[in-house]
């Protein structure tokens, strides 16, 4: 478990702008930044007509006054106090307007809907784990933008790894709440599918309550429900009490074709925890082996005793997974070890397992060098 860098447990939170670049100002709409303040519990005073309005944050406090065109006079220089002020303002939600700021971004947004309790550390240990639900949830996301499955183990996990990487998590205080911001110029595909995801699992949870049947989970997979996404919730709602998820499309971007302006929250709680294992299981045990045929390069070989042995391939193409680990006669195990010594790829059929992941290859035959590949480095064991 790491710590992350932009909360502490000691007490007194750090200053919300804390490390993220303030925009140019000149640059700034100012409907935007008034959309984000709306979104995030700003109270606008003023009337509509007016040249400037004044924003006030939840709770009170000194509050923000933006201009309503970039038009009128000082309208940078009012955009630039804003900013600043945001920058060190302690009022809620802060950051995270200012992350939405930085780069236009779709939002999501995670509520456990039990009070957080506790010593400082359990703060921090709940800060964590929402973290990781939240994650976990986004790459489900992002493997539903890949193809649909029901399951999909270590498939697609380099996509996965680089869509997280843009991802930009605001802090969590108390383990309370979070926000993460994707910039749309990554590409708008895994949060479409969350959006829609979020409700089919909403909609196969309820029909699974009202009628103890599970098949509405199988019709849910067309919309990106899988077993990760389901895993995902059930951690948020284990470990909050119940998760209220909001998904808001940048107010500069707007919403894409087909999906509602303003969709609305999507909540799940402890009752619902049955029907998501249920589902969670179904979605392994329904996945089916696939038919490949691999090229990949040589990196382990590995054998107990004469004859046989198992090899791990660094996937080149013919699956969407890394590695896989093949089971050879002693015939194929020796053309994969004299192809791994003169650093030649090989090509092998069989079928990928669901089972474990994805990550075995059976019934492998045919193994094949091919006259030119990359080195790989890795001796045999």
Request: charged letters at 20%; aromatic letters at 4%.
């Amino acid at each position: 478990m790491h710590r992350p860098t932009d909360e502490t447990a000691a007490p007194g939170p750090p200053l919300p702008g804390a490390g993220i670049p303030l925009p140019d100002p000149a640059a700034i709409d100012p409907a935007i930044l008034g959309a984000l303040l709306a979104r995030h519990g700003w109270h606008r005073t003023g009337g509509p007509g007016g040249r400037y309005a004044r924003w006030t944050p939840p709770g009170g406090g000194a509050g923000l006054l933006v201009p309503q065109d970039p038009r009128f006079p000082e309208c940078a220089d009012l955009l630039a106090e804003a900013l600043a002020t945001l920058s060190v303002s302690p009022a809620p939600y802060a950051r995270e307007v200012l992350l939405g700021m930085a780069a236009l971004s779709d939002e999501v947004r995670w509520e456990r809907l039990a009070p957080g309790t506790g010593s400082v550390v359990a703060r921090w240990v709940a800060q964590e784990q929402l973290r990781g639900a939240a994650r976990a949830t986004l790459a489900a996301a992002a493997l539903g933008s890949c193809a649909r499955a029901g399951y999909y183990g270590s498939r697609y996990r380099g996509h996965v790894e680089r869509y997280l990487a843009e991802a930009l998590l605001g802090p969590a205080p108390e383990g309370r709440r979070l926000a993460a911001f994707i910039p749309v110029s990554v590409g708008r595909g895994p949060v479409i599918t969350l959006h829609r995801a979020l409700r089919a699992a909403r909609d196969a949870t309820d029909h699974r309550r009202a009628t103890g049947g599970s098949e509405a989970f199988d019709a849910a997979v067309a919309f990106g429900v899988c077993h990760e996404l389901v895993q995902a919730l059930i951690a948020l709602v284990h470990e909050g009490g119940g998760i209220r998820i909001t998904v808001d499309w940048s107010p500069g971007a707007g919403p894409p074709p087909g999906c509602p302006a303003r969709p609305g929250p999507v909540e799940f709680t402890t009752g619902d925890l049955p029907a998501l294992a249920d589902a969670a299981q179904r979605y392994v045990r329904g996945e089916p082996s696939l038919p490949v045929r691999v090229t990949g390069a040589v990196v382990r070989l590995h054998r107990e005793r004469p004859g046989g042995g198992v090899v791990r391939l660094r996937v080149i193409t013919g699956a969407d997974v890394e590695q896989v680990r093949v089971a050879l006669g002693d015939d194929d195990y020796r053309v994969a070890g004299q192809a791994h010594l003169m650093n030649l790829p090989v090509r092998i059929s069989g079928r990928l397992e669901s089972r474990g992941g994805f990550r075995r290859l059976t019934g492998a035959r045919g193994v094949v060098p091919l006259p030119t590949g990359e080195p790989e480095p890795g001796e045999p064991s």
